[in-house]
C-alpha cells in the first residue's frame, strides 16, 4: 500500500512524519506540548518546520474522510469549528500491518479543552460560563442544520473571550449536515448535551477540580434554558400593531447585542393592516467582530470585539470626536490607546494570552487600580503594573500547561 495524502493546502513537511508508526508511539521530539482533552482516540499535537501545529487524530478510514469532509462544509460556512487540514491513508506498521488513517486539523491557538481550564484557578461560575458558550455554539450550529450527536465539553474547545468564553467544536464525528433541524433532532442534541454534561462536572468533582457544593445537574440543565432564549430571539415570530414600528428596530438591536447580524426580515401584515409580524429570515453570528475588523483590521472574538468598541466609543467622547469619520477615528484610537498596551509585553510573556484579550485584561485591571486609589489611574501605569503584577502567573495559553490535563481521573457515573 502506498501512503495517500488529501490536503487544503499542499505542507511538505507532512511527508517527514513518521506515518509508518502507531501515532501514540510517536517520539517525543515530534510532539508539542499542549493540553489534551479527553478523546476515543489517540491524538498528539505536533509542531512542523513551518512552525504550524497541528493535531491529529488516529480513526478508521471511512470516519476521518467523512469527518474531514463535515469541518470543511461547517469552515465554508464560517461556523466555529477547527479548521481540517487533511487526511492522511495507506497506512502501515514495520510488518506491513495496516493502520488506521489520520485526520489532521489545525490547532486552534490559544484554546483549551476544559479539563485544562478547570486545572487552573478559576472563578465559581467558570462552569456555567462554559455552558453559556456551549449554549451559543449549539444555537449557531442548528441554525446551519447541523446535528452534532455528541454535544459535551469535551468535544469542545474554549478561548477567552473578554472574560467570557468562546466555544468551538473539535469534533464532528458523529455530525450531520441537513438543510434545516426539526425540533426533535433539536431536543435530541439537548438531551444528549444535558446528560454529557452532567457527568462531566462530576468527574471534575470526584478530582477535586469542581467545588463540592456545585450541582452539577443543575448546571447542566442551564444549557436547556440557555440555548431555549437564544433560539427563540433568533427565530420567533414577533408581533405588533402598525403603530409600534419601532419595535422592528427594537428587535434587530436585541439580536445585536447577541452579536447576530440580520440579513434578511420576514414582514407581514394582516388584510386589515392593523397588525405587523416580524420574524428574522436568516441570522448570522459575528456583528461586533466584522464592525470591528472594517473599522481596525484587527480580528477578535465576540466578546473582545463589543469590549474593544465600547473601549473605542469612549476615546472617541473623550476626545471629543463624535463628529469625526469613525474610521479615522478608529485609526486613531489604534495607534494611541491599543497598540500602546499589546506592544508593552515582553517578548517572553507574549504566549500567555492573546493581544485581544490582554488588552481587555488591562483595562480590567486600570479600573480596579482606580476603584482602590479612589483616582484615575494613568495607562501606563496601569500596563506597567499588570505586565509586572498579573501577567507573569498566568499558564501560557499558546503553548504550554503546568498539568497535564490527561491525568485528571475520570469516572465513569450512571446518569
Known sequence: MALEFTTILPEPDLFDLPWLTPLEDWPEERLAALPRGISRHVVRFVRLASGAVIAIKEIKEDLARREYELLRSLHRLGEPAVEPFGVVTGRVNAEGEPLDACLITRHLQFSLPYRALFSQSLRPDTATRLIDALAVLLTRLHLSGFWWGDVSLSNTLFRRDAGAFAAYLVDAETGQLRPQLSNGQREHDLDIARVNIAGELMDLQAGGYLDESADALEISIRILTRYGELWRELTSTEEFDTGERWRVEERIRRLNALGFDVDELAITTDIGGTTVKVQPKVVDAGHHSRRLLRLTGLDVGENQARRLLNDLDSFRAATEQQNEDEEI??????????????????????????????????????????????HDIPLDVAIADYVASVLPSKPDERSVLGVDTLEIPVVARDL
Open 329 to 374: 477615528v478608529a485609526h486613531q484610537w489604534l495607534i494611541r490607546v491599543y497598540e500602546p498596551i499589546t506592544t508593552r509585553v515582553p517578548r517572553e510573556l507574549a504566549a500567555k494570552l492573546e493581544p485581544a484579550e490582554l488588552f481587555h485584561e488591562v483595562l480590567e485591571h486600570r479600573w480596579y487600580m482606580a476603584e482602590r486609589a479612589m
